[in-house]
Nanobody, 123 residues
Framework: VQLQASGGGSVQAGDSLRLSCTASGRWFGVYAMGWFRQAPGKEREFVASINSRGDSTLYADSVKGRFTISRDNGKRRADLQMNSLKPEDTAAYYC?????????????????WGQGTLVTVSS
């Protein structure tokens, strides 16, 4: 299982970014996928999750209404559209493989992680 996250960058507050997570393997369409982030000096925290079919999502309160998670099982990709970015969104963002089926915010239910992609939001 390999996960490759991309799309990070440096933006101004209020801007948008789209992160992508590309997966290897034919398992992709049956597992939930999630995005997490870790700011310097802080614990890794849940951001968003999507179920295997792509019709059920879960968000952290801090990003609800601004971020949208989506997936394309044919392309083995899970994206995170981030709008109205704030300086507090600055972090390394990680995609991860979740449990079979449903979305979840529980860190310990994710078993494979991609490398982080850095998002920096300046005010």
């Amino acid at each position: 299982v390999q996960l490759q996250a991309s799309g990070g960058g440096s933006v101004q507050a209020g801007d948008s970014l789209r992160l992508s997570c590309t997966a290897s393997g034919r398992w992709f369409g049956v597992y939930a996928m999630g995005w997490f982030r870790q700011a310097p000096g802080k614990e890794r925290e849940f951001v968003a999750s999507i179920n295997s079919r792509g019709d059920s999502t879960l968000y952290a309160d801090s990003v609800k209404g601004r971020f949208t998670i989506s997936r394309d099982n044919g392309k083995r990709r899970a994206d995170l559209q981030m709008n109205s970015l704030k300086p507090e969104d600055t972090a390394a963002y990680y995609c991860a493989r979740g449990p079979w089926g449903n979305p979840t915010g529980a860190n310990n239910e994710y078993d494979y992680w991609g490398q982080g992609t850095l998002v920096t939001v300046s005010s």
